[in-house]
T-cell receptor, first 114, second 110 residues
Framework: GAVVSQHPSWVICKSGTSVKIECRSLDFQATTMFWYRQFPKQSLMLMATSNEGSKATYEQGVEKDKFLINHASLTLSTLTVTSAHPEDSSFYIC??????????FGSGTQLSVL | AQSVTQPDIHITVSEGASLELRCNYSYGATPYLFWYVQSPGQGLQLLLKYFSGDTLVQGIKGFEAEFKRSQSSFNLRKPSVHWSDAAEYFCAVYGQNFVFGPGTRLSVLP
C-alpha cells in the first residue's frame, strides 16, 4: 500500500532556531498534502493545505511566516517552524492525498522546543 | 509497535439503516483512541475520542463508539445513517505516536 514517510519523528531544539519537517509520498504522487498539529489530549488541527507548485493555503489563525510550507514536488512537502519557541512544542503530522480520494498519513513528528 | 486496522475498506448502507465501522488496535497499554471523518474536499473532522473513563463515547453527528479492552477494539456506530454521512472514516491511535488506520469509505444509498 501507499506509504507516507515523515522525518524526523522526534526533534529537540533550542528556542530561536528553525526546524524543518519533511513529508514524502514514497510510491505515489501526491497532488495535495495536509499539515496538522496536535496538542496534548486535543484533536488534530489542520494548519494548511499544500498543493504542488503553488502556495499553501493556511487555516485561520495559523501564522504563515512562522510555519513555512513548501511543496516543491509531487512527492515532497516540507514544514519549517521558524524561530521556534516553547509554545510551538507539539506533535505535527502530515497526510498526502492520492488522486481525489485516498488519504495517507505520515507517522508524525514530536517537536520539543527548549 | 502500535498499529491500527480497519477491516472494511468500503461499506455501503441504505439511508436510515444502522452503521458499525470496525477498528482494532495493537498497543501495549491503553492508548488514546480517535475517530475522524473526511468528507470529499474537506479536511479531517474529529467525531469523538476516548482517553479514559466511560467506555461508551458519544460524539458529534449522532455517532458513538465503544472501547473494548478485551477485544482491542473501538468500533464506531450510528443508529440511523443520513446521506450526508457518506465520507471516509479513519480510526486513529495515539500511544507512542499517532497512527491512523487505512480508512473505511462509507457510501449511502437513497
Amino acid at each position: 500500500g501507499a506509504v507516507v514517510s515523515q522525518h524526523p519523528s522526534w526533534v529537540i531544539c533550542k528556542s530561536g532556531t528553525s526546524v524543518k519537517i519533511e513529508c514524502r509520498s514514497l510510491d505515489f504522487q501526491a497532488t495535495t498534502m495536509f499539515w496538522y498539529r496536535q496538542f496534548p489530549k486535543q484533536s488534530l488541527m489542520l494548519m494548511a493545505t499544500s498543493n504542488e507548485g503553488s502556495k499553501a493555503t493556511y487555516e485561520q489563525g495559523v501564522e504563515k511566516d512562522k510555519f513555512l510550507i513548501n511543496h516543491a514536488s509531487l512527492t515532497l512537502s516540507t514544514l519549517t517552524v521558524t524561530s521556534a519557541h516553547p509554545e510551538d512544542s507539539s506533535f505535527y503530522i502530515c497526510s498526502a492525498r492520492w488522486g481525489n480520494e485516498k488519504l495517507f498519513f505520515g507517522s508524525g513528528t514530536q517537536l520539543s522546543v527548549l | 509497535a502500535q498499529s491500527v486496522t480497519q477491516p472494511d475498506i468500503h461499506i455501503t448502507v441504505s439511508e436510515g439503516a444502522s452503521l458499525e465501522l470496525r477498528c482494532n488496535y495493537s498497543y501495549g497499554a491503553t492508548p488514546y483512541l480517535f475517530w475522524y471523518v473526511q468528507s470529499p474536499g474537506q479536511g479531517l473532522q474529529l467525531l469523538l475520542k476516548y482517553f479514559s473513563g466511560d467506555t461508551l463515547v458519544q460524539g458529534i453527528k449522532g455517532f458513538e463508539a465503544e472501547f473494548k479492552r478485551s477485544q482491542s477494539s473501538f468500533n464506531l456506530r450510528k443508529p440511523s445513517v443520513h446521506w450526508s454521512d457518506a465520507a471516509e472514516y479513519f480510526c486513529a491511535v495515539y500511544g507512542q505516536n499517532f497512527v491512523f488506520g487505512p480508512g473505511t469509505r462509507l457510501s449511502v444509498l437513497p
